[in-house]
């Protein structure tokens, strides 16, 4: 392959995937790990995607920078449907659960809809969650507060207020990034708020996001790798990554 058509291929890899690391390019393309850190430099200096640490994303792909949620359902459907199924089994057969808002937990959401469990409370504060489970044998408790337009979630000191007066059996969150570093992290401040108060609360945090999101930092951190029990993901993490969940005793779930 000459180097003009994987410059390209890299490029439109990176678009359409999110993200790419250094290791998974050098094996598609056969190529060193050298080599391809050079494509990347070149690829950052005509602006094309930004590097971070282990690979790159697209360029506007900055710690403030966000996707709406009409915009994330196209994208990773069957990898996120794998993901929903497998914290399926996860739910409690009677109890409380959180279900944030997103994608991801919106899958399950739908899976939950389906299932006759009479004695589960299910607790959010995401209006499309909700609106999935309206009508379902499930016991549903709403947050309200200020409804952030671009996810479709509640955010607000009232919002954070009613989380940590709750103590849920388990809680299903979302996540901008996952870093082994970091921890967890969203664009958005009030949203972390939020999601900080949704983990304080639980007796049992599991994680659910896919690939994408590994190895990704935003700006910001809402929860350490210590305070989560397991992620649910689709793709084995980068070393490092494994390395800091195996440290943190999380239970890591592949898809």
Do not use: W
């Not at 279900?99 to 009479?118: I, K, M």
């Not at 408790?141 to 007066?165: K, W």
């Not at 958005?188 to 994408?212: C, G, N």
Request: contains cysteine; negative net charge; hydrophobic residues 45%.
């Amino acid at each position: 392959m000459f180097a003009e058509e994987r410059y390209n291929r890299i490029a439109t890899l990176v678009a359409s995937e999110g993200r790419v690391t250094v290791a998974q390019l050098a094996a598609r393309f056969n190529i060193t790990k050298e080599t391809v850190r050079r494509d990347l430099a070149l690829l950052e200096k005509d602006g094309l995607l930004r590097r971070v640490h282990g690979g790159a994303v697209p360029a506007a792909s900055a710690s403030t920078s966000e996707l709406s949620l009409t915009s994330r359902e196209g994208r990773n459907q069957a990898e996120k449907a794998r993901i929903a199924k497998a914290a399926l089994g996860m739910v409690p057969a009677e109890g409380s659960i959180v279900l944030d808002g997103g994608t991801t937990t919106g899958y399950l959401a739908g899976l939950l809809a389906q299932e006759a469990v009479d004695q589960l409370l299910i607790i959010t504060h995401s209006v499309p969650v909700a609106h999935t489970l309206i009508g379902s044998s499930l016991q549903v408790e709403f947050i309200g507060g200020r409804v952030r337009s671009l996810t479709s979630v509640c955010v607000g000191s009232g919002t954070v207020a009613r989380y940590s007066g709750f103590r849920p059996d388990v809680v299903f969150i979302g996540t901008n990034g996952v870093h082994p570093e970091f921890g967890l992290s969203t664009p958005d401040p009030e949203e972390a708020s939020v999601k900080a108060a949704i983990v304080q609360s639980a007796r049992r945090v599991v994680v659910l996001a896919d690939a994408s999101k590994l190895d990704a930092q935003t700006l910001v951190g809402f929860a350490g790798l210590t305070e989560i029990d397991a992620l649910i993901t689709d793709a084995q993490p980068e070393p490092a990554l494994a390395r800091a969940l195996a440290d943190a005793d999380v239970e890591l779930v592949i898809a």
